[in-house]
């Protein structure tokens, strides 16, 4: 496989279950992403992870809970979600995460998440 | 804080035509600029990264200019197709904020 893979590509939840997202990339990059896409609004960043470390962390609610165990794998945890987080989740890969040697960024088609 | 505009937000052209989608930004230090699209219910795809230093960058029929200094940037699509239908969108990384910044992005329907 090549790229930006996420599994699964729909999820439907109700506001007690627990569930994970994954986003794995063969590209050998060093920073992953997750972003949060919702009907009429800008992709929102929510975390970043470099060289499997955290390095930022959007100001995103605790019911979300990001895993890096390797620079390959991203995990978003979910678990007692709102209606309203209800969107397209999108993970990310570049080959780093600051300055102008960022490069690209390349993105996964995304984990469609309904919440009951 | 950056913002990053783009302007329409939905375009409606007949097939064969050219045309451009533009992208402004307010904080003028970034260190690059990347062109996405996306089809309904998918992933981004990267279409176009330019460089701070560099002024355009192209791929087929595609053309993306950087105008760092007023802040702009535009995507030209030549002889366009039904299948160039997708919302593009441009994200500008770097600025004061050092981050990536994604626009609203334009909704494009190539008429057949």
């Known amino acids: 496989e090549t790229g930006v893979t996420q599994t699964p590509r729909h999820l439907v939840m109700g506001m007690t279950n627990k569930k994970s997202l994954k986003c794995e990339q063969h590209?050998?990059?060093?920073?992953m992403y997750w972003y949060k896409q919702s009907a009429k609004k800008p992709l929102e960043l929510m975390f970043v992870?470099?060289?499997?470390?955290?390095?930022e962390n959007n100001s995103v609610p605790s019911r979300f809970s990001p895993e890096c165990p390797n620079s390959s794998h991203l995990f978003l945890h979910l678990h007692t979600l709102q209606p309203e987080d209800s969107a397209l989740y999108l993970c990310?890969?570049?080959?780093?995460?600051?300055?102008?040697?960022?490069?690209?960024?390349?993105f996964g088609e995304g984990s469609r998440l309904t919440v009951l | 804080k950056q913002e990053v505009t783009q302007i329409p937000a939905a375009l409606s052209v007949p097939e064969g035509e050219n045309l451009v989608l533009n992208c402004s930004f307010t904080?003028?230090?970034?260190?690059?600029l990347q062109w996405f699209r996306q089809d309904p219910g998918k992933g981004l795809t990267s279409l176009l990264l330019?460089?701070?230093?560099?002024r355009e960058q192209t791929s087929g029929r595609l053309n993306a200019s950087l105008d760092k200094s007023s802040g702009r940037s535009t995507l030209y699509i030549a002889a366009s197709q039904p299948g160039d239908s997708a919302t593009y969108l441009c994200?500008?990384?770097?600025?004061?904020?050092?981050?990536?910044?994604f626009g609203k992005g334009t909704r494009l329907h190539i008429l057949p």
């Open positions: 990310a890969s570049s080959q780093g995460d600051r300055g102008p040697d960022t490069g690209e960024l390349f």
């Open positions: 590209l050998g990059h060093n920073a």
């Open positions: 992870y470099s060289l499997e470390e955290r390095v």
């Open positions: 904080d003028s230090a970034i260190y690059n």
């Open positions: 330019i460089q701070s230093s560099q």
């Open positions: 994200a500008v990384y770097g600025g004061r904020d050092d981050k990536i910044i």
